[in-house]
């Protein structure tokens, strides 16, 4: 019912803008359908953010050197070591050149040690030592990169890993992987001869299982 003194009512007012609404919206067909597709490219751009490094992994994959000093530059291991790469790291370090992981190996005792770097665990072995090393690393940290264990999938057999332990090299290849349950504690066991052992979660985005790579040491 219209209010006195020919005022309309608040709900007839709002009718009145949705009418006008309406008709702008009907009237702009190509602003309706740029408005659209700005929206599904937004949406789908969103979608393929944790997929890019994947695709830019495959479209331009890395080429294999080392940021670092190694003894295998020039080999057909790494055939493209820069002549202005870096000394020996002072810290501890993990390198992958195939799949362009340069990042920091922490200690500690939990797994927030995660968050920092790839994690040595504690009641593992070290290079130095032999037996077995094992390293592990988030899959995916807010953006996929040299810190993480992204394209751990993408190794195979006789790939190139390199550990930069207490201001010496130790270089190691790929000779097997597994993927197993969360609890299977045995990769974690020790090991009469060297060898590293790394893993990850997976598939990707999921801590349903581990997956592990094995790797033994190069002889220069």
Not at 71 to 89: H, M, Q, R
Not at 155 to 171: C, N, P, T
Not at 174 to 180: A, E, H, N, P
Not at 210 to 215: E, G, I, K, Q, T
Request: aromatic fraction near 10%.
């Amino acid at each position: 019912m219209a209010q006195r003194n020919g005022t309309r009512s608040p709900r007839s007012a709002s009718a009145v803008r949705s009418r006008r609404g309406n008709w702008w919206w009907r009237r702009r067909p190509r602003t309706r359908l740029f408005l659209s597709l700005t929206s599904l490219l937004v949406g789908f751009t969103i979608l393929l953010i944790p997929f890019a490094p994947w695709i830019l992994y495959r479209v331009f994959p890395p080429e294999l050197n080392s940021p670092y000093q190694t003894k295998l530059a020039g080999t057909s291991l790494l055939p493209n070591v820069p002549d202005a790469a870096k000394p020996l790291p002072r810290d501890n370090r993990l390198v992958i050149p195939k799949i362009g992981v340069d990042v920091e190996v922490v200690e500690g005792q939990d797994e927030r040690a995660l968050w920092r770097g790839i994690w040595h665990l504690p009641q593992t072995s070290s290079p130095e030592r032999g037996g077995n090393t094992v390293l592990t690393g988030h899959r995916f940290q807010y953006l996929a990169g040299p810190r993480t264990l992204y394209l751990l999938d993408q190794l195979v057999e006789g790939d190139l890993i390199i550990v930069y332990w207490q201001g010496a090299e130790y270089d190691y290849r790929v000779f097997g992987r597994r993927v197993v349950n969360p609890d299977a504690v045995e990769i974690l066991d020790n090991t009469p001869r060297p060898q590293l052992t790394i893993f990850t979660c997976t598939p990707v985005f999921s801590t349903k299982q581990r997956l592990v790579l094995f790797a033994e040491p190069i002889t220069t």
